[in-house]
């Protein structure tokens, strides 16, 4: 055994969960729930230098293995992160599996080209998109059968609920069960009272270490994972408030489902077919959204130039998954960002001076 181990007892059996809320060099680390005596249990974490050493850093949705070194006080060191299969950066979140955009049917009314905006920006992350229609009871059965046809012509058919009327809710959870989800959507919509209708009060007490990391309509803005009682982890984040278009001609396509059908059937003439005026081509056509690829095709080629000219931008904007592939992040607006830090380093410098006080 290595002479600074710390092994000296059962306490140091390895575990291995799932990091919901990360600052400086602490985090929150929920055990699996399988797991006997502590699944489920939180446990406040060091990260250990040796990570740092080698360059990893833990993030939220990270799986991690930790290391208990008070089983009472539930604090541990993580000592172990294992590979992701998916990277946000902004919200930072490891893992995250799907995109759920929320979006009401009415009070704001529905607008499809913003719709339209927001998942393409939501499709660029390479993440699964889902699209979830609230306010379902503003509107008659005939108008909401109207949206769930239109849209899933577009490709998403949606989930539609009533926060309101508790309509839908039972059947999202099961729908987003085993997964990390990271909500999206403009403000108004009902997002906080979405996440609010599916983790209940009971659930949030346990997921916040004696009410320290506490939860609330204005503390909701720092990235942390909540857990619904079905078991999925959901990133209580703004998300993209303003989508930008911010890909390259060449990717845009990619971002469309319609897209995505009409070139797994057929092949354009071109192959670096624009889909614009090109001869023989299988996208162009009487589809609705094609009116707005041919709008973010303008963005995404203005992009690219302004790309072109300042080479640097690219670096802050792209990165690369794990997967290789291309992403482009949403982003936080900067004043949900200043709350998310102020909100998190209380809760969870709170947190470490206890840990340091023993
Ligand atoms: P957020 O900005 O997306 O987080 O939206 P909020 O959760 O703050 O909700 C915005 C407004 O919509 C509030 O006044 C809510 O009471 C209302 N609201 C939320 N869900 C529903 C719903 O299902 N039906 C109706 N009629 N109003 C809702
Ligand atoms: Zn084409």
Known sequence: MPQNSPATDSNFTPL????????????QVQIDPDVPMVGGKLILCTRRARLQKIGISAIVGDRVTIAQIDWQGLKGVVIDVFPRHSLLDRPPVAN???????????????????????????????????LCLNKSDLVTAVERQDWCDRLSEWGYPPIVISVEQGVGIQELQRELDRQITVFAGHSGVGKSSLTNALIPDSNIRVATVSGKLSRGRHTTRHVQLFTMPTGGLIADTPGFNQPDIACTPTELPGYFPEIRQRLAVGNCQFSNCTHRDEPNCVVRGEWERYAHYLDFLADAIAWEQQLQSQPKLENSLKQKSSTGKKQYEPKL??????????????????????????
């Open 96 to 130: 995250a599996d799907r995109i759920l955009l929320v979006f009401a049917l009415a009070e704001p009314a529905l607008d499809p080209f913003l719709l339209s905006k927001f998942l393409v920006k939501a499709e660029s992350t390479g993440l699964q998109v889902s």
């Open 333 to 358: 607006d900067s004043k949900y960002r200043q709350i998310s830090r102020h909100t998190i380093l209380q809760s969870l410098a709170e947190l470490a001076d206890e840990f340091e006080d023993e």
């Open 16 to 27: 291995v969960g799932t990091v919901i809320a990360v600052q400086a060099n602490f985090c």
